[in-house]
């Protein structure tokens, strides 16, 4: 008995020889009724046993079809010009259902003749994961003679087949796993399971997600959220705020920078921190022009200190993923947990209130860098705001009117400026602002 995952392929052989006249089979008992007497004479005879034969008939169910099917398929490949004697295989799948099955007849060996190679009839590529019986028989009442049993299992690419409870826990009677293989233990969401690390081959079981350690059998996490002060309304043990179906955790850690590749595919990379540079999921670098120009922005902000709050950092750490687009529009929505970002737009200074150009421009990336203040606030404070947004709009007659509302002069006064003031950009006292072609992120003369 072997165990076969979709995509194996096998060959089986044998040599087989007999000699004289070939002999018509005796009345075989049913194979089903000999299993039937070996379990009833030999273990359920022994006094006590109820719980085994509680089983015998969900054994008989459940093998009983299988192998009526396969022996009637048996039968009637018999010709009896040789002996009643097979090569026999049967795959059952997982759940031990018959799935398909086949016999090769020993050959008419006449006298004189030496032993014969015979060679299964097994598919060409196994169609299901599950247990691939091979075995030889004889039913004739004359001795055949099987020698050198030959298997060959060419393991296919297939290493095993997961389903997961949408908290991650694995349904091990739905999923299986290819026999001799390393296992894999980059599971669901692609992280670690930490799984026989122990000596005695017991394990913690935990998903390992950087951060913090995942329990998938209570969706909770082993520790709580180090940002837990941000997200009040939640427990801060939740996995994904109790919405695995919608939310994922990547690594608790990242500003993704969403892109289209080479062949028109819309891919992501991920901003790692301290590298400074954009990764793929897999952990290599990415290579393109937009985000070719936000990595470029972000370390330009992040490489000369500019960033006194720490927010980019703060973001890279969030629970939330901010993600970074491309866009050409002139007014886009700002705040979410979408940035939008165009490389060759900077943004023109005015004077107070007036609408004067001051002849003095901020750059693409300081403009990024506003944008993700912005994405800051909402994810830290969530759109009902402490102090920033329960009166957002200046009335006319306020003095810091010329903000528009206290989430600007908040970015502009605490994010902007200081940044401005550190990469050698103007600082400004206003969010008036329009936008300035330009031919690279960091331009600003
Ligand atoms: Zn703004």
Known sequence: MLRVMAG?????????????????????????????????????????????????????????????????????????????????????????????????????????QNKQVITSNLPSVIPKNGYLYIYV?????????????????????LLGEDHYYSFGLAMAGISSQAAGKLENKLKYNGKEIQ????????????????ARMYDNQIGRWMVIDPLSQKYRALSPYDYVADDPLKLIDPNGKVIAIAYVDKDGKKQTAYFDY??????????????????????KSLDYVKNNNADEKGIIKALVDKKKTVTIKFTTEKNHPIGGTTVYFNPNSGTKV???????????????????????????????????TVDLQTASTFKDNDPDRKYDNQEEKHVIQDFEN????????????????????????????
């Not at 009345?27 to 509680?54: C, E, R, W």
């Not at 004889?138 to 393991?155: A, W």
């Not at 200081?418 to 003369?445: F, I, W, Y």
Request: aromatic share 10%; no cysteine.
């Open 350 to 384: 005015f004077q107070d209130n007036n609408h004067v150009e001051t002849g003095k421009y901020i750059s693409p990336a300081l403009g990024l860098f506003h944008d993700l203040g912005h994405a800051y606030d909402r994810i830290t404070y969530g759109n009902k």
């Open 137 to 157: 028989s004889n039913e004739s009442l004359q001795d055949v003679f099987f020698d050198n049993v030959t298997i060959q299992h060419h393991r296919g690419p």
């Open 8 to 112: 194996d392929t096998l060959t089986a052989s044998t040599y087989t020889w007999y000699s004289g006249t070939p002999q018509a089979p005796g009345t075989q008992p049913s194979l089903l009724n000999s299993i039937g007497t070996l379990f009833a004479d030999g273990v359920l005879g022994v006094p006590g046993s109820k719980f085994i034969q509680v089983q015998e008939g969900a054994l008989t169910t459940a093998a009983g079809p299988a192998l009526t099917s396969f022996l009637s398929a048996k039968d009637a490949a018999y010709s009896s010009a040789a002996p009643k004697a097979f090569l026999n295989w049967a795959l059952l799948d997982d759940r031990f259902n018959y799935v398909t099955g086949g016999v090769t007849q020993v050959p008419v060996i006449t006298s004189g």
């Open 195 to 210: 799984h026989k690390e122990f000596s005695d081959g017991s394990g913690l079981e935990w998903t390992d997600y950087g």
């Open 274 to 295: 301290d590298k400074g540079i954009a990764e793929n999921k897999k952990g290599e670098e990415v290579k393109n022009d937009f985000v070719d120009n936000v990595v």
């Open 418 to 445: 200081p940044a401005a003031v550190k990469l050698g950009e103007p600082v400004r006292t206003n969010h008036d602002g329009e936008d300035r072609p330009v031919s690279d992120p960091l331009q600003h003369n």
